[in-house]
């Protein structure tokens, strides 16, 4: 079969999926061609540095500064550069010229994903990027093919390893937030300027990714609500963990009667939902669809090996509609979204305060969320502190996110109440 | 985009997966043509008899007892009424016809998959059947697309929904397993003949067609090792609990130097393994590839609307082939697997004995497993019974299968073991 067609493949970019890409290409290439119907020939790949790949065990002929020489002869280009130029520039690039495209690149997709994938349809190019969204898993075909006859409701993500690698060492250890970020920063789980994953950037833009594909729209970043985990407490997580709960970094993606939501927060998993058990810098994916249920994709969401499997998977996919001679269109998108105001969503609270330890407090307390129209469905008042201030969790049931947050509000002005220790929302029933 | 084209759907079988289909294919036709670039037209369902369809929900005219010649009229044929014949036949016929086939049928795929993947490759019709393993979670066209361009060495699956819900109810409750069988029975988990379930054949043939297609060949379900769960004591739960370990029914497909491994078996999983969280009638499947890592794929593995999910997505598949006007070639299988011999397997036994409460037993047994070459990871003896004799659970480090059943056999004859209590395997480290 390896005979029949033979397809040139550019590589941009040789970092540490590059260079497992590239790895793969060439001694895999017989059963590539095997399982694709088509030989690849990597022709080349593009850096900005041609000694800096000196030491990598490649043939160093391979390697050129010229990106777009490259792309400009290939049939398929690979950009695992990541950031937005000159990656979009090279996209656009070997798109307008009708090569496929297959990218990791999160970032962009999620930020010019509806350009991008009008200008691969307007010349009959293909364009790929499981390894965008959740490293090794394979989620993205599942929602955009598999489920392609269902209707999605929700998906609800760990797509960040480093925050589940912090808040899962936090829940483990009971260490604080700066002390595990460190600890992280030291093995290589977390850059030095963590800000992308921290602060649930990096999250967002893969639920932007996620809502596009599950609601068949356009979803971009700056669209999606997002908080990051820095605010996470030990004590937070210690008090979740006693009421049974875990926290999570979560990338949520809902389509209901009231519209399309899409955010990004810390919150509050039952230990026995599936997302609970994810541990380490694993990510997971769960899924809920009219018809299917309740489904979870799971598995290493980044690493070199781990993220070039995803890659090769859509370069198998790419060459076989090409072999095939008549690709696929790509998956048609509805409108651009117009998403719910984020006050409108529906979600729990779970509220810490420390109160006044006097009589009629609990009422006082009960009372405002009364007045909010919030119900309260379990109340747990802690040991006394020992300036007689009394701690409280309060997990409320299913309320909108304006009703929550000005329940919250009024309870700060409260005179009993001596502060806010936490508010988290509660995902996963 | 539903102008464009329109396609003829003949679905044979109105059971519970077939009245869903059924009612999407005419509820959601808006949807389904917008995802998949043509309309599709029911244009009937063929049942055995037409007066036990009076009660259902579906336009009457639609039910007609001649599949022949419905089939004949059909661009897709979904096929959803189980068993060998005459669905084998059925599905021939449209295949050589040229019409494209979906199907739920995991009995007839994992005994005549190959036969029928060349009848679709020589007509050019296409054969797609993600129903018939796993209900609705995506797995098999992750592991024939996603994954394709990496190498995937082992497939360990809980694969059956009925076992899960017994072992998992023996593990929760600590009841018998005729106890429980009786209560899944009760609920509808369970068959009036329960023997395809308990017995391993339903996990055998969906075992035979994860190994087809994870490692490019042909596995018929005779060819795979089964022992079913009707052997599993509460006793043997509880001893397993009390290590840490929790039994699960798997499907195991392997790939190692020595060649494939195709077995099901019940076997002890560690409660930190993803497959152990796997609890009631859901199903779950782990898959490690070479550059992927460890993945795990989850949701419900039956129930008319989980099935016909997974219908829906194949259909939706097929449409957009037949849209594009290119059919993709079906997945390549190398030759037809010869499998491992059985006894050639490496894994790890765990053996619960009663022996004599006398001086020098432990040192008789252990040398036993020191002359097969077997070495014991940890032994630890339970309170001696009341008429003196003591309970041994022995977990073995890996060994073939052949050194340790001979290991087995062995201590069966010796003196000092009264009783083999059980032998069972343990996976997933």
Redesign the interface.
């Known amino acids: 079969?390896s005979g029949e067609k033979s397809l040139k493949v550019a590589l941009l970019g040789c970092g540490t999926v590059g260079a497992?890409v590239a790895r793969?290409l060439i001694e895999?290439s017989g059963?590539?061609a095997?399982?694709?119907?088509a030989s690849l020939e990597l022709t080349g790949i593009a850096v900005r540095n041609l000694e800096a790949k000196r030491d990598v065990q490649l043939d160093q002929q391979l390697f050129t500064t010229d990106a777009n020489a490259l792309i400009d002869g290939a049939d398929v280009v690979i950009e695992l550069l990541g950031g937005m130029e000159p990656a979009g520039e090279y996209i656009s690039r070997a798109l307008a010229r009708g090569a496929s495209v297959i990218t990791g690149n999160k970032a962009l997709i999620a930020a010019r994903g509806a350009e991008l994938n009008a200008l691969a349809a307007a010349s009959g190019a293909q364009l790929r990027y499981?390894a965008a969204v959740a490293g090794?898993?394979?989620i993205l075909?599942?929602i955009a093919?598999?489920?392609?006859?269902?209707?999605i409701t929700k998906v609800m993500g760990i797509v960040n390893g480093t925050t589940n690698f912090i808040l899962d060492a936090m829940d483990t250890t009971g260490a604080a937030f700066d002390d595990v970020l460190a600890e992280a920063q030291a093995l290589g789980y977390a850059e030095a300027d963590p800000t992308a994953d921290v602060g649930g950037h990096d999250a967002a833009a893969k639920a932007a990714i996620l809502a596009s594909l599950a609601f068949?729209t356009t979803v971009s970043s700056d669209q999606v609500h997002t908080e990051g985990i820095t605010e996470v407490t030990a004590a937070d997580v210690s008090a979740a963990a006693a009421a049974g709960y875990v926290i999570k970094l979560l990338a949520i993606a809902e389509k209901s009667e009231q519209g399309i939501s899409v955010r990004v927060y810390p919150a509050l998993v039952n230990r026995n939902h599936?997302l609970a058990?994810v541990h380490g810098a694993f990510n997971a994916v769960f899924v809920q669809?009219?018809?299917?249920?309740?489904?979870?994709?799971?598995?290493?969401g980044a690493?070199g090996?781990?993220t070039?499997?995803?890659?090769?998977?859509?370069?198998?996919?790419v060459t076989?509609?090409l072999a095939?001679?008549?690709?696929?269109?790509n998956?048609?998108a509805?409108a651009a979204a117009s998403l719910m105001d984020f006050s409108a969503i529906t979600t729990r609270y779970w509220i810490g305060l420390t109160v006044s330890d006097e009589p009629g407090v609990l009422a006082r307390i009960a009372a405002i969320f009364g007045e909010h129209g919030v119900s309260i469905e379990s109340m747990n008042q802690q040991a006394a502190l020992p300036d007689a201030a009394a701690q409280l969790r309060i997990l409320t049931h299913q309320g909108t996110e304006a009703a929550l947050s000005s329940t919250v509000a009024a309870l700060t002005a409260l005179d009993a109440v001596d502060s806010v220790l936490s508010v988290m929302r509660v995902e996963g029933n």
Chains 1, 2 share one sequence.
């Open positions: 079969m497992q793969i895999d059963a590539l095997a399982r694709s119907g499981e090794a898993i394979p075909r599942p093919d598999s489920l392609a006859g269902d209707h068949h599936p058990t669809a009219q018809n299917a249920g309740d489904l979870m994709f799971y598995g290493a690493g090996n781990a070039a499997s995803a890659v090769m998977g859509d370069v198998v996919a076989r509609q095939a001679g008549a690709p696929l269109p998956g048609s509805d």
